[in-house]
């Protein structure tokens, strides 16, 4: 794509229109590209049913303790993803896909980012745990562009992927940045849409989680000369201690997790996990409302309720 | 003296085991005589005349015969040699290519194009070293791995629609070759990435520092290119030595802006250039893993005949200033750098001129000091490149979805004086042409309608064609396969071969996403066996040999290829099946709901059976009192009590309840007011 002849940078896909820095880079490596990212070839890669002749670097060859990161942008609506104008992914298809991965253990924690518009409900159907997801709009919102490159004469980048790459320039090295910082970085009103995630799989905190959970960062290496000093004895000790927790709070997690698949059956989504729904009655009066069927009952609630009213009435009257 | 004898006796092991170390080091390269890995890279820069520049890089590496088990590499890249052992690979060719080779402006003849020339998108061709009913599977794992290792679509070649086996007419010919293209696959810098982590230096070190890539991807044409032969046959116990040839051509324009402004009056002098002007960056130092390492400069014997014309009209000596020792004061051009030889072609006894190439060695050349070659125009040249015998074109002929033609016409250029020459000899003097052609099932060729024109005059087929080999399509199974060989007068001017098609139909299923923009027809390749494409510089010391130089001096045939084409086929409309579905669902759902309306339905049926059941009980109070217990007992038990299905009836109960609502009110204000 970006050798396109109509591409006036070729080799080069900029983020900004002051073309200051370069995306594509120098060692890019692209594995689907195509004709072939196709609805199949993502569900095969992500359940990793391939056929034997395909090489080991178009696999994602993942065990019970990776992290992976998904990201999708594009166009969308409600519950799909187009593919190459042509075909969609729905979002039962990604969740049975996810469900099938959880099974075979395929990961540890996925965290699922969708740049379309109506990106919420690509992951609606998700009931496998240790799945973070966040969208770039709700069901009725459409997601916007960022800005127009007139030299260039497209749209150069979207607006949610603008500020998640916008939080991660501000990063140095040393930043110790969660996963709860960025997304809170989002700016309802700058993205033009409500930045939508679904923790409700994801039993860690998010105030936890580093954002190097998931992405991977770039170090800058150092030569040096001189050997390499072991720590001194005062700071060996904490780090042991940290080394200590970090592995009981993986134990924790080790455990809760077998515990959730022996007794794991499909349960309805509890409404109360999702961010935005309140805990009003009034709500759940409307609920119970939308879900009565009988308008008999109905009528047989408001007679019981007028029979007090009567009594009141005719000892007021007295 | 026995405690003097162990220490003594401790330091002869010592001496005899570092001796033994020293010769079993030695003893790899020089007792066994068996060669040691080595790693060349070449770059070749050369003015085109319609004022582009071509660059050539060219990488070698090989690696030795050794034994099967312990084979350890250094230089040499793993994964290359892991293909060739596992799928029996005796020779290969992977490129990658974007644009098309100008054969008119930048020539046919020169072993570069001849090799370099290629067709958009991606070829591969390979030949095997197993029986003949192994070789379609190790092709399909062979396309697989190619797949992975260069990020591109390569895999689409392993369904016997997509690749063929040419019998004679494509070179290197073989029974056991296989050969296929996709020409619309794009390259980019994901392709170059895995290409360059194959060189021991990767781009980090060497020439192929020079490698920025958009200006790569900014050329008229570029083109990478892996070829890779087995040497030796495998013999029990032996793995077979390999060599590895990575070429990367390119043709750049030189941005005339960034040259001097002192000529910009002078609109028809070539545009100066210089490395660091077309890439950016300047050489700063040779790849320490490299055998040799250079840069080489040729001028075309055109512009050699030019230059030494305008020479000679100006200053009236014979003295051949090109490879005198002040060749900077040419009349015509100035080099930055100085070139450390200078190789004159062995004049062949097709022409009288001979091309004249400058070679610098990088070995001197570090990081305090890069290696920066820049050429400065002071005169307006004009040059022709010399071209092939034939110039083939192909087109497509005819209108409409249903049929058309493929027409393929060589026109005879008229720069080679030497090949009528040739054949003077003999009157009759004929031009061997051979065509190879592959047109996918889709697209079905009537070979008898194959018709030939010489001199815009139609001839018999039998007279023209001496031999012909056709492999008809079957529909998704295999494309179609033509080879021919032609013999044409040597006075041809031109000659055209037409052949008429009917286009097919495919299912749905086999649509790309954007089918609309038509199908691709691989480019033919026409080649000329009895021309060879060489040029010999002979060089004095055998002990430096330049893989490119050899190269060139190989006799391979002249080829050329055709234009890709594009046939529009008959797409159908994609949102069909949706229309019929729901077409059909809609006619399915009236018919049925009326057939089940007008068997079942009874109007008012329910009204009339509860009127029968009211008018059987005479009393109204324990009708009101059943009514109240059926409610309270309703309101109990919710679910298996269904609501009623009628809407007159819910009309009928609702307003009995008010009016009971009322009556009861009515009664309590009455009484007790």
Request: with cysteine.
């Amino acid at each position: 794509m970006a050798c396109n002849t109509r591409n006036k940078y070729p080799a080069q896909v900029f983020n900004n229109e002051n073309h200051r820095l370069n995306l594509y880079g120098d060692n890019v490596e692209v594995d689907y590209r195509g004709y072939e990212v196709t609805v199949e070839n993502f569900l095969r890669v992500l359940t990793g049913r391939h056929e034997t002749a395909v090489p080991r670097s178009k696999r994602l060859l993942s065990d019970e303790g990776s992290h992976i990161l998904l990201y999708m942008t594009g166009h969308g609506g409600d519950e799909f993803l187009k593919f190459q104008d042509s075909e969609e992914l729905q979002s039962h298809d990604l969740a049975d896909a996810v469900k099938q991965m959880k099974e075979k253990h395929r990961f540890k924690e996925l965290l699922i980012m969708v740049d379309t518009c109506q990106a919420a409900t690509l992951f609606n159907q998700l009931q496998s745990p240790g799945v973070l997801a966040i969208g770039s709009s709700m069901k009725g919102e459409n997601s916007y562009s960022h800005h127009l490159d007139s030299d260039v004469g497209v749209s150069v980048v979207d607006r949610f992927t603008y500020y998640t790459l916008a939080f991660f320039e501000r990063l140095n090295i040393y930043d110790n940045a969660s996963l709860s910082s960025l997304f809170s970085s989002y700016n309802p009103s700058l993205l033009m849409s409500t930045a939508y995630y679904r923790k409700d799989l994801y039993k860690r905190r998010l105030e936890e989680v580093p954002v190097t959970n998931f992405f991977g960062s770039v170090m800058e290496t150092i030569h040096t000369d001189a050997a390499y000093k072991a720590l001194s004895r005062r700071n060996s000790g904490r780090f042991e201690d940290e080394m200590s927790l970090d592995q009981s709070v993986h134990h924790i997690e080790r455990r809760m997790l077998i515990k959730v698949n022996d007794g794991y059956e499909i349960h309805d989504i509890n409404p109360e996990g999702e961010e935005g729904a309140s805990k009003c009655p009034w709500s759940t009066f409307r609920n119970k409302f939308q879900k009565a069927e009988n308008v008999d009952s109905l009528v047989n609630y408001g007679l019981v309720a007028m029979i007090p009213l009567l009594v009141i009435s005719t000892w007021l009257v007295q | 003296m026995a405690l003097l004898r162990r220490p003594l006796l401790l330091l002869l092991l010592i001496v005899t085991h570092q001796f033994l170390q020293f010769r079993i080091a030695f003893g790899s390269v020089n007792e066994e005589g068996q060669k040691q890995e080595e790693f060349y890279e070449e770059l070749l820069l050369k003015p085109l005349p319609d004022r582009k520049l071509l660059t050539h890089f060219h990488f070698q590496s090989s690696a030795p015969p050794s034994t099967s088990n312990g084979r350890h590499h250094h230089l040499f890249p793993k994964a290359i040699s892991q293909l060739v052992l596992k799928f029996q690979v005796k020779e290969m060719e992977l490129s990658f290519t974007q644009g098309r080779w100008n054969y008119e402006s930048w020539g046919g003849f020169d072993p570069i194009p001849s090799s370099n020339a290629k067709p958009p998108g991606v070829e591969l061709w390979a030949v095997f070293d197993a029986p003949q009913h192994l070789i379609d599977a190790l092709w399909k794992n062979l396309t697989h791995t190619l797949s992975g290792l260069f990020c591109a679509s390569i895999n689409f070649l392993e369904s016997s629609t997509a690749y063929s086996a040419p019998e004679w007419s494509f070179p290197p010919a073989s029974g056991k070759l296989r050969y296929g293209t996709l020409p619309r696959e794009a390259v980019c810098t994901e392709n170059l990435t895995p290409w360059l982590k194959l060189l021991p230096c990767r781009d980090k070190a060497g020439i192929s520092m020079l490698l920025d890539r958009p200006s790569i991807y900014r050329g008229f044409y570029h083109s990478q290119r892996l070829h890779l032969t087995s040497t030796g046959s495998g013999s029990e116990g032996m793995d077979p030595g390999i060599i590895l040839e990575q070429t990367l051509t390119v043709v750049l324009q030189p941005d005339s802006q960034r040259a001097s402004l002192a000529h910009a009056s002078e609109k028809h002098i070539q545009p100066s250039w210089s490395l660091s002007s077309i890439f950016g960056k300047q050489i700063s130092g040779r790849c320490v893993l490299a055998e040799t390492s250079s840069v080489y400069f040729l001028l075309d014997k055109g512009l050699v005949a030019e230059l030494e014309h305008i020479h000679k009209e100006n200053e009236k000596s014979e003295e051949n200033v090109l490879i005198s020792e002040k060749f900077w004061n040419n009349p015509s051009f100035e080099l930055s750098a100085k070139p450390d030889r200078i190789f004159i072609e062995e004049s062949s006894l097709l022409s009288k001129n001979a091309s004249v190439l400058y070679k610098f060695e990088i070995e001197k050349y570090g990081e305090s000091e890069p290696f920066d070659l820049g050429l400065f125009w002071k005169t307006p040249v004009v040059w022709l490149c010399q071209q092939a015998p034939l110039h083939a074109n192909r087109f497509l002929m005819g209108s409409g979805n249903e049929r058309g033609a493929i027409a393929i016409s060589l026109k005879s250029t008229q720069s080679s004086e030497g090949f009528m020459g040739s054949n003077s000899n003999d009157e009759r003097c004929e031009l061997r042409v051979d065509v190879f052609q592959v047109v996918p099932w889709y697209v079905k060729v009537y070979f008898h309608s194959l018709q030939v024109f010489v001199d815009q005059q139609p001839k018999a087929v039998s007279d023209i064609i001496e031999k012909i080999h056709v492999s008809p399509s079957k529909d998704k199974v295999s494309p179609g396969v033509m080879e021919l060989v032609l013999t044409l007068p040597c006075s041809v001017s031109s000659a055209v071969l037409t052949i008429e098609f009917d286009k097919g139909f495919l299912h749905i299923d086999e649509y790309p996403p954007d089918a609309n923009q038509g199908f691709d027809i691989p480019s033919a390749i026409v080649s000329f066996p009895n021309f060879h494409a060489r040029m010999v510089f002979l060089e004095n010391d055998s002990l430096n040999k330049s893989p490119l130089l050899s190269k060139f001096q190989e006799k391979s045939p002249v080829m050329s290829y055709t234009e890709v084409l594009l046939v529009p086929l008959t797409t159908p409309d994609f949102s069909m099946p949706y229309n019929v579905i729901t077409i059909t669902c809609t006619v399915f759902a009236l018919y049925f709901g009326s057939l089940l309306n007008a068997l079942r339905r009874r109007v008012a049926e329910e009204e009339r059976f509860l009127k029968d059941k009211a008018a059987k009980k005479m009393d109204r109070i324990p009708l009101l009192l059943s009514k109240l217990s059926a409610k309270l007992r309703g309101r109990h038990l919710e679910g298996p009590q269904a609501p009623p299905a009628s809407s007159s009836f819910i009309n009928s109960k609702s307003v009995l309840k008010v009016i009971l609502i009322a009556g009861l009110a009515v009664y309590w204000q009455y009484y007790f007011s």
